[in-house]
Nanobody, 121 residues
């Protein structure tokens, strides 16, 4: 079994910063790709950023490029999202998705339960 858990959400003022974490655990052979998504109230879930195993390739949605930085600690199977210059429009539940290979060599996509980020004065 594989579990993905996000943490680090909270309330922050506009212009502030937060760092989200996403830890994958269980029968993991290799993390292939990890992504951040977010879902604002009343809106569909949207993709935020992607990073490949080892951190060699990253990509960002236009709305966060230059403000958010995705990184990964492959030894710990943990991904991070450093969010700077936060805006009220960044308010959402942030979800982690891990695309991985299990020790049984199955390929899975696993979602976390989400962590709430609220940007408000």
């Amino acid at each position: 079994q594989v579990q993905v858990v996000e943490s680090g959400g909270g309330l922050v003022q506009p212009g502030g910063s937060l760092r989200l974490s996403c830890a994958a655990s269980g029968s993991i052979f290799r993390i292939n790709v990890m992504d951040w998504y977010r879902q604002a109230p009343g809106k569909q879930r949207e993709w935020v950023a992607t990073i490949t195993s080892g951190g060699g390739n990253t990509n960002y949605a236009d709305s966060v490029r230059g403000r958010f930085t995705i990184s990964i600690d492959s030894a710990k199977n943990t991904m991070y999202l450093q969010m700077n210059s936060l805006e009220p429009e960044d308010t959402a539940v942030y979800y982690c998705n891990a695309q991985l290979t299990t020790t049984a060599r199955s390929i899975l996509g696993v979602w976390g339960q989400g962590t709430l980020v609220t940007v408000s004065s």
